[in-house]
């Protein structure tokens, strides 16, 4: 009797969910960037970003790193005001040997985040929206210690088959890091600041069809440390079922930032 009421139980949230994808309208999604646009979900709707396989290799001489992403969520919900509430996190699973074959030797969640997103001015053609991000990162990643922060602001260009966004903003990053005195070694808890920069282009390709090409560059820079900045390019299909699929592969533009990298994912719209 348990098992059957689980199911019927299961078969209506389905239902639920499956009822609110088909009454979507007037959505935005930006999968698969690093970057945001100064667009926000309505009030009352749903935008959940949702990526199934990613995976990067970062080469240094310390040590490799190849890890596999999944999953990489990111869930906005439409506030009053033209407000949108983020909640965001990355699955992490990393190999940091490569000896061959793929050997588990870490996992964790990183980029653990909740953020308030506003738009405080709607532009039209070479006038942009203008909006701001700002929240908190929780410290679930390996060396993470305390809660951080974050602010960004954000301008969109809409021109015709053209969207252009660009993001600048920092950060603060607080880890335990290793300092040698003499031949001893102690660790010490650093804050250090990050500034944050993107511009991601999106053409459409066909209106009909629904087929976008998007690129995007992307950098970060924590204070003393170098540059990281990379270029990606990929395709984005907007699906007659009201789902959003995203392809796009990314190159680190020096040797302090990853080598290479691919993500795909799906983003899907809820609301009445």
């Known amino acids: ?45 749903i935008e959940l970003e949702f990526g199934y396989f990613g995976i990067k290799e970062e080469r240094n001489p310390s040590r490799d790193e190849l890890t596999i992403e999944f999953p990489d969520i990111r869930f906005n919900y439409g506030l009053l005001w033209d407000i949108e509430l983020v909640l965001e996190t990355v699955g992490e699973f990393i190999d940091d040997r490569q000896k061959g074959s793929f050997e588990l030797r870490e996992q ?15 532009g039209e053609g070479l006038v942009p929206n ?26 969109t260009w809409e021109l015709k088959a053209l969207t252009f966004h660009t993001t600048i903003g920092g950060a603060t990053e607080r880890k335990r890091r290793v300092k040698k005195l003499g031949d001893e070694e102690y660790e010490v808890e650093e804050t250090r600041g990050v500034f944050i920069y993107g511009s991601i282009v999106d053409y459409e390709v066909s209106k009909t069809k629904g087929i976008h090409l998007v690129s995007e560059y992307s950098l970060e820079k ?29 190159w680190g533009l020096n040797s302090d930032s990853i080598d290479w990298g691919m993500t795909t994912g799906v983003t899907i719209f809820i609301g009445k």
């Not at 964790?108 to 709607?122: G, R």
């Not at 203008?130 to 301008?155: Q, S, Y």
């Open 1 to 45: 009797m348990q098992v059957i009421n689980s199911m019927s139980s299961f078969r209506i949230i389905i239902v639920y969910f499956l009822f609110h994808i088909i009454c979507i309208n007037n959505a935005f999604a930006l999968r698969p960037f690093v970057t945001t646009d100064a667009d926000v979900v309505e009030k009352g709707k």
């Open 108 to 122: 964790q969640f990183l980029d653990t985040a909740v953020f308030l997103k506003k738009v405080w001015y709607w």
């Open 130 to 155: 203008i909006a701001t991000e700002t929240g908190v990162l929780f410290p679930t990643e390996k060396g993470g210690e305390r809660i951080d922060f974050e602010g960004t602001f954000i301008l």
């Open 222 to 250: 924590v204070e003393k440390q170098n540059i990281e900045h990379q270029v990606l390019g990929g395709i984005v299909w907007e699906s007659p079922w009201n789902m959003e699929f995203d392809a796009a592969t990314f």
